[in-house]
């Protein structure tokens, strides 16, 4: 088995062909959205190959350290994974095939007007583990 990373972008990815913004959606069609994520996400559940999946705010802030005794610096002059990145799902699957298929099906999550989205997801193999050495 092998884990990919499936990351839904809010930019910085090809449009959708359904590109309409979800504040934009009606409360229906964001529920129904919702569902196909977790309905795809239980699929997934019961075949073994479903590991994790979270949504996420436009909320966040990088960070990083500017040395010992100093705070760290937040922010910067380049766009921010709170702008780009939506949420994720890994998956754990026996091929890179599968894993395309699944990617192509969550692609398909119904948006505005009930019409599958097909928005570009971001598919990302993991580092393989490494084997412990022993001497």
Known sequence: MAKYL??????GAPAAVNDVPMDQWTPEEVTAH???????AAR??????YVDSQALTTQGTFVRS???GRPPVTDGPFAETKDLIAGWMIIDVD???RALELAGELS?????????????????????????VTE
């Open 6 to 11: 499936l990351l839904k972008h809010y930019r």
């Open 108 to 132: 398909a999550a119904p948006g505005a007007g009930g019409v599958p989205v097909q928005e570009w997801l971001e598919l990302r193999p993991f580092y393989a583990e490494l084997p412990t």
């Open 34 to 40: 919702v569902r196909y994520m977790e309905d795809f």
């Open 44 to 49: 997934l559940r019961s075949t073994g190959e």
């Open 66 to 68: 500017d040395g010992e």
């Open 95 to 97: 091929t890179y095939d």
